[in-house]
């Protein structure tokens, strides 16, 4: 059965870094990206970030370049995700998603996510 | 690309026909997917590909359109269906969302 369980709940607080942890049991690991997204209090859902667990290659939203890196290990199918110089703005559930890869009749890939982690609650406050 | 969705907010009635749309700042073919969220939730992936209803989603769930315009329609609104639709362009990078229709109860 396919499932995304992430760690639990953090607070921090401004300039520090947090690490959140997405585990994928149930499916081939390498064969799915993983993808980020977050949703501030009362606001929609931001992309964050991919990475490709065959590989470890990653792309990040523009707006975080520099202070997100997610990596992953192919040993226990787990992704992370690791912000640094936290800031207030930054308070935010963190969602982990699978995307998933559909083909139609005439060979064209779409995509999706399909699963979604439980979210983590990152609370950056002095 | 950015996602604009109409209208932000709609109050309705069970029975009723819901329509929202999202429209992208340029072409995105059919890659488009719907998402449901509930409060403290996950969204829930409902169509893909701008039509492609997911399994296990119920059939008054539809969506609709190409290129830049898009609808999300639900036939007859049921209780369980007041929640967040977002719609996600997957096209390229950013795979940006719409800003989001609450659904609420009339």
């Known amino acids: 059965q396919v499932q995304l369980v992430q760690s639990g709940a953090e607070v921090k607080k401004p300039g520090a870094s947090v690490k959140v942890s997405c585990k994928a049991p149930g499916y081939t690991f390498t064969n799915h990206y993983v993808h980020w997204v977050r949703q501030a209090p009362g606001r929609g859902l931001e992309w964050v970030g991919i990475f490709n667990p065959a590989g470890g290659t990653t792309s990040y939203a523009q707006e975080l370049q520099g202070r997100v890196t997610m990596t992953g290990d192919t040993s226990t199918n787990t992704v992370y995700m690791e912000l640094s110089s936290l800031r207030s703005e930054d308070t935010a559930v963190y969602y982990c998603?699978?995307?998933?890869?559909?083909?139609?009749?005439?060979?064209?890939?779409?995509?999706?996510?399909?699963?979604w982690g439980q979210g983590t609650l990152v609370t950056v406050s002095s | 690309i950015q996602l604009t969705q109409s209208p932000s907010s709609l109050s309705a009635s069970v029975g009723d026909r819901v329509i929202i749309t999202c429209r992208a700042s340029q072409g995105i073919a059919i890659n488009l997917a719907w998402y449901q969220q509930k409060p403290g939730k996950a969204p829930k992936v409902l169509i893909y590909a701008a039509s492609t209803l997911q399994s296990g989603v119920p059939s008054r769930f539809s969506g609709s359109g190409s290129g830049t315009d898009f609808t999300l329609t639900i036939s007859s609104l049921q209780p369980e269906d007041f929640a967040t639709y977002y719609c996600q362009q997957l096209d390229n990078y950013p795979r940006s969302f719409g800003g989001g229709t609450k659904v609420e109860i009339k």
């Open positions: 998603a699978r995307e998933a890869r559909y083909r139609d009749s005439g060979g064209s890939y779409f995509y999706y996510f399909d699963y």
